[in-house]
């Protein structure tokens, strides 16, 4: 069996494994060991010391540690060591830590439940106001977390009941609150990004600047569809009565927006503004939004140690995590590279004579499969890798191949059978909420993620206008 076709069988092994459910982070180390062994091995390096201690007549204990030192002389062990300190030392995932912790502090400080209130008061008048309001909530707290899940959870327990007592249909606030929560991967300051800078090369600084206006384009698409919605199909969402949302004076309104919607805003804007102004790179704007995060939950008196212990420990599992999958992934598409397995992918692409309209489509067609059994983190640091040596040959832009990426992950999210966003809030809601209403919610905001690719395809400054504004071209 020739290396390449070693480099394939790992890769599919790997996917078959995965699917069986093996955790992904192990078996990324485990396969790049196994099959590293295979790729390095080298018997004259192996048994050079056995050689040497057996020629100078050592007893037998020396000859048997020597003999199992022998085993373990193989380089695949150097690569992992080295891959490990590379990635720990790396310090563009510095920032993964901090913007944790400061989603994790404003998750547990009740300011999101102060959020979605007073923006429900402030939108009450627009079609479909409480769910204009939830996508709002929605949005912001995704870009202060980038944790899919916790903001579906608790969106899920806080919005989602008031919509039903409101009397909305349950399939549209389901597929609201599953939208609104997967934002957060694409508004900077996003994670995925972080991770996808670490993975591409990419400045960073210029993948938040890029991401901007697209991100903003998808929830203005979603906000758009609901009130649209909302006006034409009113029993969808009939207007909130006076005992639901009470009529307040102007004043107290403003002063309700002032204390619990601007300060979460400033915060997120502050630390946006600090890396797009070139004030701070990410990970010290990320220091000033874990700082901020508990300055927030301290004034508004929601800071307790229970709730510090738990958005540590939170915030060191979640990184532990993406670092085990850092150092995987590293050390299974070196030995994948070193067999031939990424000459062979790039072979087979240039073969097909594709433009490069068709290898995109290809390569968000092949994501967008990658996003049922996977999730984000895996499709970035694993798959996205074997697409980026092909983007210099079709004369894509990694930067904007990138953004393109992270629009097409929200899709991962909302389409069944492996849509989690749907899993997250089936998790929380009322029993009455069927999990196929969820996913039939989800189907009209997976329109409009279709939409704003097509719309960056075919209006390319949306992604490019800030970084060449900022930054030049």
């Not at 485990?30 to 080298?42: E, L, V």
């Not at 384009?217 to 005992?243: D, M, W």
């Not at 999990?435 to 939409?451: Q, Y």
Request: proline fraction near 6%; hydrophobic fraction near 55%; aromatic fraction near 12%.
């Amino acid at each position: 069996m020739s290396d390449p076709v070693v480099a394939i069988t790992m890769l599919g092994l790997f996917l078959f494994m995965v699917l069986l459910g093996f955790p992904i982070a192990f078996t990324l180390m485990a396969m790049g060991i196994a099959f590293g062994y295979y790729a390095y091995f080298d018997e004259g390096r192996m048994w050079r010391a056995y050689e040497r201690a057996v020629n100078a007549d050592a007893d037998q204990l020396t000859l048997w540690q020597t003999w199992i030192d022998g085993l373990f002389n193989n380089r695949i062990f150097d690569l992992f060591i080295n891959q490990t300190f590379s990635v720990m030392a790396n310090e563009v995932l510095t920032a993964i830590p901090l913007f944790l912790f400061m989603g994790y502090i404003v998750e547990r400080a009740n300011i999101v439940s102060r959020l979605f209130s007073t923006l429900n008061v402030a939108a009450r008048n627009i079609p479909g106001s409480m769910g204009v309001a939830a996508l709002i909530t929605c949005a912001l707290f995704a870009t202060a977390t980038g944790i899919v899940g916790a903001v579906v959870t608790l969106m899920g327990l806080l919005a989602l009941p008031s919509m039903l007592k409101a009397r909305y249909d349950k399939s549209f606030a389901a597929g609201i609150i599953c939208a609104g929560g997967t934002l957060g991967i694409l508004i900077p300051p996003s994670i995925m990004l972080i991770v996808y800078a670490a993975s591409s090369g990419v400045s960073i600084v210029r993948l938040y600047a890029g991401a901007l206006l697209p991100g903003l384009t998808l929830a203005g698409l979603y906000l758009i569809y609901v009130v649209v919605r909302a006006k034409l199909q009113p029993e969808l969402a009939p207007k909130p009565t006076k005992e639901e949302v009470p009529d307040m004076p102007l004043g107290k309104v403003l002063w309700l927006l002032t204390t619990s919607f601007l300060p979460l805003a400033a915060l997120i804007l502050a630390v946006l503004g600090s890396i797009l102004g070139g004030l701070a790179t990410p990970s010290e704007a990320a220091s000033i939004g874990a700082l901020g995060g508990l300055v927030l939950a301290a004034a508004y008196r929601s800071l307790t140690w229970q709730r510090l212990r738990e958005s540590v420990y939170l915030t060191l599992r979640t990184t532990a995590m993406v670092c085990w999958l850092f150092v995987g992934s590293y050390t299974f598409s070196s030995v994948f590279s070193y067999l031939g397995g990424e000459h062979i992918v790039a072979e087979f692409v240039t073969s097909l004579d594709l433009s490069p309209l068709m290898f995109l489509l290809l390569a968000q067609l092949i994501i967008f499969l990658l996003g049922w059994p996977l999730e984000w983190s895996e499709i970035i640091i694993i798959f996205v890798p074997i697409f980026l040596p092909l983007l210099p040959i079709f004369g894509i832009d990694p930067l904007f191949f990138g953004i393109l990426v992270a629009l097409n992950l929200q899709t991962s999210f909302l389409t069944p059978p492996m849509a989690m966003s749907a899993y997250y809030l089936k998790g929380i809601a009322p029993p009455e909420v069927k999990l196929t209403e969820i996913f039939k919610g989800c189907m009209p905001f997976l329109a409009m993620v279709f939409v704003a690719m097509i719309l960056m395809y075919t209006v390319p400054d949306i992604v490019y206008y800030l970084p060449n504004k900022l930054y030049g071209s």
